[in-house]
């Protein structure tokens, strides 16, 4: 029975194991999925500011050709003078109005464009930066995602090492008791055994075993269950032979203490 309980454990461990293994497996999709979002963060934050530095340029184009235009109004508006079209000293001071009145525009829209200007200016120095971190996020989701890829094949050399040494474990086991372990296992999340520590405590549900059992446990002459959860019991605290019981019976005593002898 020590044998089989021996093989037991083993075989929860693989168990264990190989059910981990599926779960990171499954999970690579997603992971890698979780890993491409900072890259998406920066793409989105780099197609912002590719709008924005467009609406600059877009603005700043504008408003030099408002510029050109009300420059050419300018030269238009001083021909007249040239050209001797303004006949009286008051037409000559409305005109002169007139000239000052445009100019006074021409500086308005010229401390617009330099506003605008400045703003591009911003604008593409922000694109450039934004490129500059996709291009090393993208860098950095490439590695990870090969890192990722790549443990796929790891993880199914694992399993494939593990149902070997799975199927060797089962040969050599009872198989009465290997139906009890996979019924157990069904429906105790994969965990059909339970350690006793060694304050006489079930792993697994935390009951507290009766002391007689704990005898059993560590005897492991015959498969023992926990009475709560009913998971085969094999002892997980220290070694027999050093065990100390914490409570201190006058009548279990001198039995414990040759049991530990032994
Ligand atoms: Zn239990």
């Not at 780099?46 to 300018?74: G, M, N, V, W, Y």
């Not at 291009?135 to 050399?157: I, Y």
Request: with cysteine; net charge neutral; aromatic share 2%.
């Amino acid at each position: 029975m020590k044998d089989d309980l021996q093989r037991l454990i083993a075989l929860q461990e693989i168990d264990l194991r190989l059910q981990e293994l599926a779960e990171r497996k499954r999970r690579i999709p997603e992971m890698v999925e979780a890993a491409r979002q900072p890259l998406q963060s920066a793409q989105a934050a780099r197609d912002t500011l590719k709008k924005e530095f467009e609406t600059a340029s877009k603005d700043r184009k504008a408003c030099e050709q408002d510029l050109a235009a009300h420059e050419q109004a300018i030269g238009k508006l001083q021909d007249r003078a040239v050209k001797g079209e303004i006949k009286t000293n008051k037409e000559y001071q409305a005109h002169l109005f007139e000239v000052e009145l445009a100019k006074k525009k021409k500086g308005e829209i010229e401390e617009r464009l330099l506003l605008l200007m400045d703003l591009g200016d911003g604008k593409k120095k922000d694109l450039a930066q934004a490129e500059r971190a996709v291009q090393a996020t993208d860098q950095r989701f490439t590695a990870e995602k090969n890192t990722l890829e790549g443990s796929v094949g790891a993880v199914d050399e694992e399993l494939a090492a593990l149902k070997g040494k799975r199927e060797t474990v089962v040969a050599a086991l009872n198989p009465s008791l290997l139906r009890t372990y996979e019924k157990l296992r069904a429906t105790r999340k994969g965990q059909a055994l339970a350690g006793v520590t060694k304050e006489g405590t079930c792993m697994a549900c935390r009951l507290h075993v009766q002391p007689q059992v704990v005898m059993e446990v560590k005897r492991a002459t015959a498969i023992q269950t926990c009475s709560q959860c009913h998971r085969i019991l094999y002892w997980a605290g220290e070694p027999v032979q050093i065990v100390p019981e914490p409570e201190p019976q006058a009548v279990a005593e001198p039995e414990e203490a040759a049991e530990t002898t032994e």
